[in-house]
């Protein structure tokens, strides 16, 4: 992925806490929509709703009807990108920095 709209509308997701959490929940296993609700008692089916909405236009959450369910399922591919493209070389750069430093305290 290196469509920066993609990448704004995933960091846009996992900007709010309850989003999270919601991706948190989902991580094992698919929730139905009354599910999640039910994991917010402090928020009404209509913002959990909207929160929903926020990460399936990212693409973290993909929708499945069942009847008259509604299976919210993780996908794990944007944050995988997110890992790839920024945290992966980030990791690996202070890594080899601590690595460096390490030797360099083991000379000394």
């Known amino acids: 992925m290196s469509n920066p709209e993609a990448f704004d509308r995933i960091f846009k ?4 806490h309850v989003r999270r959490q919601i991706l948190d929940d989902l991580r094992d296993q698919p929730l139905t929509t009354g599910t999640l609700v039910a994991h917010f008692p402090e928020l009404d089916r209509c913002t ?3 929160h929903l909405k926020v990460l399936e236009e990212a693409e973290l959450v993909i929708p499945v009807r069942k009847g008259r369910e509604r299976w919210n399922h993780l996908n794990p591919l944007p944050i995988q990108d997110i890992h790839e493209r920024w945290i992966g070389p980030h990791a ?3 890594t080899a ?4 430093l390490k030797r360099d305290l083991e000379r000394s």
């Open 13 to 16: 997701a996992l900007g709010h």
């Open 48 to 50: 959990v709703m909207l």
């Open 92 to 94: 690996a750069r202070a």
């Open 97 to 100: 920095k601590l690595a460096k």
